[in-house]
């Protein structure tokens, strides 16, 4: 029904990662990928919805790979990050002398992506008049030029992606209904990350497998002890943090880099031992402090590249209290990687991310 994963990266243009990683072993991730097969063949618009980081833009550009389409172009906006008055030009393209500056026509991303796909990332984030202007898009298959007098028809697929919730943006105001109708023909929902949880380790996998090859870099296997961690962490930042955080071990080499990332935001942890035995108030403050204190320091050394010297200056201590804090922590020598520098070896093209 759709091409190989070889075939994939080429239409794409992007490294996708391979299918068994995209939709890993959850029964949501099988449903997403059923309802993906069945929507490629159709030139309907399709919105897709998840938390950040969830991989959006993977399925979309697995959609457009699956799809009749693929030897067109997959065309992406991301609509927050260019401001409300360019992105008009920006998605519908002006003839020369529209307005100032404008010396010479433009095409606009709707042209660009002529028989092809045209992704539109956050959709929420449109402003209401280019709303409009998107809805004429899907109603006719046509759009105006700034500065023209003519429509110009075109054949585009509509893929829209969002974080929000569009029905209440739609009830306080912020969305056409009409539009939200339009885009929610056919839609997929991606699940986050703790709710898949089982595909963790094989994410890992690929991304240790990816940045090693991207960065030139060898490092041993995750701990047992850390995958636990992993495993049982609760990733508000989903498979982007995830990724972010195999990228930092893989450049520092350290796990201690990717735990003590962790463990400030382990929410609700806690202290008290069960039963019904007597504990001493001043004991656990003090082992709060010395838990609290630890992560602190290991966080200001990985900001400082694990330089001692930088992170005594950052904390406004001397170089030798700062050893005798790290060994009242029980922060061993071992578990603090050689300084590294802040700049990141050159390196080829990374693999598009699972987002």
Known sequence: ???????????????????????????????????????????????????????????????????????????KINCPAIPGPLLES????????????????????????????????????????????LLQLLQDHSFCRIGASQDKRVEVRVVCATNRNLP?????????????????????????????RGDIPELIEYFLESFCRAYRARVHPLSPRL?????????????????????RYVVFGSEEAVAASLRPRNEGQILVPPGE???SLKSLTREATRRFERDILLQVLSTNHWSRKKTARKLCLSYRALLYKLKESGINSHEIPAPAPPEVPAKPPLPHPLL
Do not use: C
């Open 1 to 75: 029904m759709h091409a190989s994963a070889s075939v994939l990266r080429e239409v794409a243009g992007y490294e996708l990662p391979p299918e068994a990683v995209v939709f890993g072993q959850s029964p949501q991730m099988q449903e997403v990928r059923a309802r993906l097969e069945r929507l490629a063949q159709t030139d309907i618009p399709v919105l897709i919805t998840g938390p950040s980081g969830t991989g959006k833009e993977v399925i979309s550009r697995l959609l457009h790979a699956w799809s009749p389409w693929r030897e067109g172009p997959f065309v």
């Open 90 to 133: 920006e998605l519908f393209g002006y003839e020369r002398g529209a307005f100032t500056g404008a010396v010479a026509q433009k095409r606009g991303r709707v042209e660009l992506a002529e028989r092809g796909t045209l992704f539109l990332d956050e959709i929420g984030e449109l402003d209401l008049l280019l709303q409009s202007k």
């Open 168 to 196: 209440e943006e739609v009830a306080a105001g912020h969305f056409r209904e009409d539009l939200y109708y339009r885009i929610n023909v056919l839609s997929v929902h991606l699940p986050p990350l703790m709710e898949r």
């Open 227 to 247: 995958l636990r961690q992993l495993m049982n962490y609760h990733w508000p930042g989903n498979i982007r943090e995830l990724e972010n955080l195999v990228k």
């Open 277 to 279: 035995e007597p504990v």
